[in-house]
T-cell receptor, first 111, second 113 residues
Framework: DAGITQSPRYKITETGRQVTLMCHQT?????MFWYRQDLGHGLRLIYY???????DKGEVPDGYVVSRSKTENFPLTLESATRSQTSVYFC??????????FGPGTRLTVL | SQQGEEDPQALSIQEGENATMNCSYK?????LQWYRQNSGRGLVHLIL?????REKHSGRLRVTLDTSKKSSSLLITASRAADTASYFC?????????????FGQGTTLQVKP
């Protein structure tokens, strides 16, 4: 089925561990985005990508790393997870400016 | 920094009533969108209004934009229980049209059957 998927949907990890959240889209949209959603903050942009091998920082990039070797995949890595990174993470792609399609989210808990 | 501030934070109405939620923002924008988020789900695009537009309709949705007041409102008419969700405004103020969106904190709408 066409769409945008995220994996895992739920993840519990410990402080200091590396975690990678996966995002895959089947439409071949050029732009992809990563957000985190926290109570009291709404959604905040972490990183975005305009195309394969082109990425840029958003509002809250510290502690995160992204890569985009293929158009359809946009993984987000927490190099050394901290409790403050406990959040719900959403990936999105853009079919046409400026609308975005969102994935179902990954709920991450860092103990 | 939050571009959009939404009001009210929570709204509870009866089925059949209209629901109005408001969004204010701080800087000049290219466009403004409204998204819906059902509990535990991702966001779904509802409607887009561009900076040179004042009002748009889509089904039971009506969006207005007042750039002089830097505010927008979303009206849902004849609400249904299925409209229960959180609603977010999102603004695009990027100079390069990258489409980097800034979201408000959202309005949680409960529609009672």
């Amino acid at each position: 089925d066409a769409g945008i998927t995220q994996s895992p949907r739920y993840k519990i990890t410990e402080t200091g561990r590396q975690v990678t959240l996966m995002c895959h889209q089947t439409w071949s949209h050029s732009y992809m985005f990563w957000y985190r959603q926290d109570l009291g903050h709404g959604l905040r942009l972490i990183y975005y990508s305009a195309a394969a091998d082109i990425t840029d920082k958003g509002e809250v990039p510290d502690g995160y790393v992204v890569s985009r070797s293929k158009t359809e995949n946009f993984p987000l890595t927490l190099e050394s997870a901290t409790r403050s990174q406990t959040s719900v993470y959403f990936c999105a792609s853009r079919p046409e400016y400026p609308t975005q399609y969102f994935g179902p989210g990954t709920r991450l808990t860092v103990l | 920094s939050q571009q959009g501030e939404e009001d009210p934070q929570a709204l509870s109405i009866q089925e059949g009533e209209n629901a109005t939620m408001n969004c204010s923002y701080k800087t000049s924008i290219n466009n403004l969108q409204w998204y819906r988020q059902n509990s535990g789900r991702g966001l779904v695009h509802l409607i887009l209004i561009r900076s040179n537009e004042r009002e748009k309709h889509s089904g039971r949705l009506r969006v207005t934009l007042d750039t002089s007041k830097k505010s927008s409102s979303l009206l849902i008419t004849a609400s249904r229980a299925a409209d229960t969700a959180s609603y977010f405004c999102a603004t695009d103020a990027s100079s390069s049209n990258t489409g980097k969106l800034i979201f408000g904190q959202g309005t949680t709408l409960q529609v009672k059957p």
